[in-house]
């Protein structure tokens, strides 16, 4: 297939370097439109895996990921991660494809991230608990909010969204986080106030996940009138949080572990471009992620963004890569 089901490693803030596997492929297709994802809009918003146009199967995932460990060593890698171009339960065959990783790879743990917004479907359920870490949305405390941030797709609600996550709770086969976005609109807090976050405690108390994890937007929002908190802001949140839960933490930079091997580039052109599919990328993050020199991950950009195929934005300060999108 042209596009590649396995990216990366991508440096995560949260799992270090992260192998990603993509289930969906581009264009986004997903159960949300959230105002901040870093994809942008949503081409696609559906309501189940029945409407997926499935362009991934168990055995792409596998012959790609084969391929990727012929020339990446796994004790380079910190995780191996479900999540790319959209919502990856919507792919009906993400249990087997979990089981097919582990197999190749039974050393490296597997992270999901989910939405869980299709978690109450019982066959969902069972293929995302397969996950060493299932790593979960949960951006609002009521439905009012959840719908103005997530702007989720015909039949799906907070209280089906919490139904899944209460499922989840009981049937997961490893460690369960919950991340939260706290994010502006138009320069107003929208689920960040003392009352919304007694909210949030009340009801994360109910799904009591291992970890539960502040956010707020770093990479250029679908939503130009979406902006990020300050630290002071996440850390009154967190405080906040704490005050009724354990395991709440600022979701935040950290440098990757140190390693005695280096990935070698699948190709870096291929390697850039599909990290960039998944999202936009600061110059340093592409570098650490492809193992390249920085002035071959320079010139490369260089010819990408002469080629079309690429362009910058600037965000909070900070240069980001992002894929042309054509049509």
Same mark, same amino acid.
């Given at each position: 297939?042209?596009? +590649?089901?396995?990216?990366?490693?991508?440096?995560?803030?949260?799992?270090?370097?992260?192998?990603?596997?993509?289930?969906?492929?581009?264009?986004?297709?997903?159960?949300?439109?959230?105002?901040?994802?870093?994809? $942008?809009?949503?081409?696609?918003?559906?309501?189940?895996?029945?409407?997926?146009?499935?362009?991934?199967? =168990? %055995?792409?995932?596998? +012959?790609?990921?084969?391929? *990727?460990?012929?020339?990446?060593?796994?004790?380079?890698?910190?995780?191996?991660?479900?999540?790319?171009?959209?919502?990856?339960?919507?792919?009906?065959?993400?249990?087997?494809?979990?089981?097919?990783?582990?197999?190749?790879?039974?050393? =490296?743990?597997?992270?999901?991230?989910?939405?869980? +917004?299709?978690?109450?479907?019982?066959?969902?359920?069972? $293929?995302?608990?397969?996950?060493?870490?299932?790593?979960?949305?949960?951006?609002?405390?009521?439905?009012?909010?959840?719908?103005?941030?997530?702007?989720?797709?015909?039949?799906?609600?907070?209280?089906?969204?919490?139904?899944?996550?209460?499922?989840?709770?009981?049937? *997961?086969? $490893?460690?369960?986080?919950?991340?939260?976005?706290?994010?502006?609109?138009?320069?107003?807090?929208?689920?960040?106030?003392?009352?919304?976050?007694?909210?949030?405690?009340?009801?994360?108390?109910?799904?009591?996940?291992?970890?539960?994890?502040?956010?707020?937007?770093?990479?250029?929002?679908? %939503?130009?009138?979406?902006?990020?908190?300050? *630290?002071?802001?996440?850390?009154?949140?967190?405080?906040?949080?704490?005050? $009724?839960?354990?395991?709440?933490?600022? =979701?935040?930079?950290?440098?990757?572990?140190?390693?005695?091997?280096?990935?070698?580039?699948?190709?870096?052109?291929?390697?850039?471009?599909?990290?960039? %599919?998944?999202?936009?990328?600061?110059?340093?993050?592409?570098?650490?992620?492809?193992?390249?020199?920085?002035?071959?991950?320079? *010139?490369?950009?260089?010819?990408?963004?002469?080629?079309?195929?690429?362009?910058?934005?600037?965000?909070?300060?900070?240069?980001?890569?992002?894929?042309?999108?054509?049509?």
């Amino acid at each position: 297939m042209s596009q +590649s089901v396995v990216y990366g490693p991508v440096i995560s803030w949260r799992l270090g370097r992260s192998l990603g596997i993509d289930p969906i492929l581009p264009p986004k297709t997903c159960t949300f439109d959230c105002i901040y994802c870093q994809l $942008g809009r949503t081409a696609h918003k559906i309501a189940s895996p029945d409407e997926l146009e499935l362009k991934v199967h =168990v %055995e792409d995932v596998v +012959s790609e990921l084969r391929r *990727a460990l012929e020339i990446l060593n796994p004790s380079f890698i910190d995780y191996i991660t479900f999540s790319g171009c959209g919502e990856p339960t919507l792919n009906p065959e993400l249990g087997d494809m979990i089981e097919a990783v582990r197999r190749l790879c039974p050393d =490296v743990p597997i992270a999901l991230l989910t939405n869980a +917004s299709l978690l109450w479907l019982e066959p969902v359920l069972k $293929g995302a608990c397969k996950a060493d870490f299932l790593i979960a949305k949960l951006d609002a405390a009521d439905e009012a909010l959840f719908r103005t941030i997530n702007r989720p797709v015909r039949g799906i609600t907070l209280d089906k969204v919490v139904e899944g996550l209460l499922m989840a709770r009981e049937e *997961a086969r $490893g460690k369960l986080a919950i991340q939260v976005m706290f994010l502006r609109a138009d320069g107003r807090l929208l689920n960040g106030s003392p009352a919304q976050v007694k909210a949030f405690v009340k009801l994360l108390r109910e799904i009591r996940p291992e970890q539960v994890q502040v956010n707020t937007p770093t990479r250029p929002p679908a %939503e130009s009138y979406v902006s990020p908190l300050g *630290a002071d802001e996440l850390h009154s949140i967190t405080d906040g949080l704490s005050s $009724g839960l354990e395991g709440v933490e600022v =979701v935040a930079w950290h440098p990757p572990r140190a390693r005695a091997v280096s990935p070698k580039p699948l190709g870096l052109r291929r390697a850039i471009l599909s990290i960039l %599919e998944r999202r936009p990328c600061r110059f340093h993050e592409l570098c650490m992620s492809t193992g390249a020199e920085p002035l071959a991950v320079r *010139a490369e950009l260089d010819r990408l963004l002469s080629d079309g195929l690429l362009r910058t934005k600037n965000y909070q300060g900070e240069r980001f890569f992002i894929i042309e999108k054509r049509g």
